[in-house]
């Protein structure tokens, strides 16, 4: 048996999310196609005849300009002193910039085999693969290098049992029925954040939180969850934008939101959306705790 960690790192928008859901087969992190949707670290676990991974899905790696981004980025890093193997995520089909070579930089620190994952091949024609491949071994000292798409799920199961190839031998970390860290009034947030997300543009998608007021739980199996959230954001020009005319929008993110959530908690949400200004709420340190983005120690 081998069992360990992984962690998932790249730059934002390189598909770590879709990865992650695409490998657990259940969707425990929001996909969006803005960059920066992950904002905390995200376990998930998936078992196999031949031993059990633990995937840490990280936030993209970006230069920070507020507090919510630097512990972010915090948090990304940190998981290379961590884990057992890490994956770095790279989108194909777009052009190799100074933010990733920024990235490979911190993998010089890196102790641990890096298997370059070269995401959304999908997306581009296969002339153009080996080329790519030829640049980014520059990068770093692979111990692989995996074309894959995470959409489609090609090169996924090749993937997989190179990583399970390179973890140590052990027994499980965690129990087999257990899925990921993540609490159920954390989904439901980011349930809600990625909605707004889908129907929203411009500065909205970074500037906007969402936080859990309350959360009740059925009194039986298959009951009424109630749960309450508030929409955060910075400008009171930004309120009107979320709750959009006669609440046409807040209606639209509450319904795709309570729909999502019901199939996943297999019962009847109640579900209550309020929009509140808080100017600077990135740079707020109790409200980046309130949501739980890790303080480095």
């Known amino acids: 048996m081998r069992s360990g960690f992984v962690a998932i790192i790249g730059r934002p928008n390189a598909g770590k999310s879709t990865l992650l859901n695409r490998v657990i087969g259940e969707k425990i992190a929001i996909v969006?196609?803005?960059?920066?949707?992950?904002?905390?670290?995200?376990?998930?676990?998936?078992?196999?005849a031949a031993g059990q991974i633990v995937f840490v899905d990280t936030p993209g790696i970006h230069r920070p300009l507020h507090r919510m981004n630097v512990r972010m980025v915090d948090a990304a890093v940190d998981s290379l002193q961590e884990v057992d193997v890490a994956m770095l995520v790279h989108d194909a089909s777009?052009?190799?910039?100074?933010?990733?070579?920024?990235?490979?930089?911190?993998?010089?620190?890196?102790?641990?085999?890096?298997?370059l994952v070269l995401n959304k091949i999908d997306?581009?024609?296969?002339?153009?693969?080996?080329?790519l491949i030829d640049q980014l071994r520059q990068w770093h000292d692979f111990a692989d290098i995996v074309p894959v798409s995470a959409a489609t799920g090609d090169g996924i199961?090749?993937?997989?049992?190179?990583?399970?190839?390179?973890?140590?031998e052990g027994e499980p970390r965690y129990p087999e029925d257990f899925l990921t860290d993540q609490p159920?009034?954390?989904?439901?947030?980011?349930?809600?954040?990625?909605?707004?997300?889908?129907?929203?543009?411009?500065?909205?998608?970074?500037?906007t939180a969402v936080v859990i007021d309350?959360?009740?739980?059925?009194?039986?199996?298959?009951?009424?969850?109630?749960?309450?959230?508030?929409?955060?954001?910075?400008?009171?020009?930004?309120?009107?934008?979320?709750?959009?005319?006669?609440?046409?929008?807040?209606?639209?993110?509450?319904?795709?939101?309570?729909?999502?959530l019901e199939a996943s908690l297999g019962g009847k949400v109640f579900l209550d959306l309020r929009v509140?200004?808080?100017?600077?709420?990135?740079?707020d340190e109790r409200v980046l705790d309130d949501l739980g983005l890790p303080r480095r120690q």
């Open 276 to 283: 509140k200004v808080k100017a600077d709420w990135r740079d």
């Open 32 to 48: 969006s196609d803005k960059p920066q949707t992950t904002r905390t670290r995200i376990l998930g676990v998936k078992n196999y």
């Open 123 to 131: 997306l581009i024609s296969k002339p153009k693969l080996l080329p």
């Open 157 to 168: 199961d090749r993937l997989e049992r190179l990583l399970l190839e390179k973890l140590p």
């Open 94 to 115: 777009t052009r190799p910039g100074k933010g990733d070579e920024y990235v490979s930089k911190l993998l010089s620190e890196a102790t641990v085999p890096v298997i």
């Open 214 to 260: 309350q959360y009740e739980e059925p009194q039986k199996p298959g009951g009424l969850t109630r749960i309450y959230c508030t929409i955060l954001v910075e400008q009171e020009s930004q309120k009107p934008i979320v709750i959009g005319r006669a609440g046409d929008m807040i209606k639209r993110i509450g319904t795709e939101a309570r729909l999502d």
């Open 184 to 207: 159920q009034r954390t989904l439901a947030a980011e349930t809600v954040r990625e909605k707004v997300l889908q129907h929203t543009r411009a500065e909205l998608p970074f500037s």
